[in-house]
């Protein structure tokens, strides 16, 4: 098992650029989130999943969007990259009856 | 609604030494707690949990009493490492009042040889 993947590891964008950030998992979990994490600012939740087809926003959605149409991926995006969104990203996924979470390696987004 | 405070960091230690991280909670159901390591360059890594008051979770010499009188659930290690230096959070889910895991803040550890 590859466990919770995440494509790409780092990338660089230009203010006003899109991009799409992947997340796949393989252990058939029902749920699905997408974080930041800054310095001194822990982890907060951007969107997650309940199960394909279903998102809903988190703590900060502002200028992101998501899309669960199968249920192994669970993708974010952004449509007018802003250099405030400059963080690390990590995914993470979890089996409906448990509530510990499996993370990804994060993906690591400058916005110039 | 529930939130978890831990202590800030950085934490710096020499080897072989007591680790304490505090952790407290505030919630209105009976959540499950978690204590959680990210490694420099890596994910999170749930390093262990506890799902009832009294509960003891345990992993890789780490400790965790989920303590409900105090609302408390320190991590703590008799002999720490340089291999344990790395960010610990600990967070709290309560799977029948909620989806998402709520997560502290996060304490950086830093062991000296």
């Known amino acids: 098992n590859a466990g919770v993947t995440q494509t790409p590891k780092f990338r660089v964008l230009k203010t006003g650029q899109s991009m799409t950030l992947l997340c796949a998992q393989d252990m058939n979990h029902e749920y699905m989130y997408w974080y930041r994490q800054d310095p001194g600012m822990g982890l907060r939740l951007i969107h997650y999943?309940?199960?394909?087809?279903?998102?809903a926003k988190g703590e900060v959605p502002d200028g992101y969007n998501v899309s669960r149409l199968k249920k192994q991926n669970f993708l974010l995006g952004l449509e007018s990259a802003a250099p405030s969104q400059t963080s690390v990203y990590f995914c993470?996924?979890?089996?409906?009856?448990?509530?510990?979470?499996?993370f990804g390696p994060g993906t690591r987004l400058t916005v110039l | 609604g529930d939130s978890v405070t831990q202590m800030e960091g950085p934490v710096t230690l020499s080897e072989e030494a007591f680790l304490t991280i505090n952790c407290t909670y505030t919630a209105t159901g009976y959540p499950s707690l978690f204590w959680y390591v990210q490694y420099p360059g890596e994910g999170l890594q749930l390093l262990l949990k506890?799902?009832?008051?009294?509960d003891k979770g345990s992993n890789k010499g780490f400790e965790a009493t989920y303590r409900k009188e105090t609302t408390s659930f320190h991590l703590e290690k008799g002999s720490v490492q340089v291999s344990d230096s790395a960010v610990y959070f600990c967070a709290l889910s309560d799977l029948g009042r909620d989806d998402k895991i709520i997560f502290g803040k996060g304490t950086r550890l830093h062991i000296l040889p």
């Open positions: 506890a799902t009832k008051a009294d």
């Open positions: 993470a996924s979890r089996l409906l009856a448990r509530n510990e979470q499996f």
């Open positions: 999943s309940v199960g394909e087809g279903t998102t």
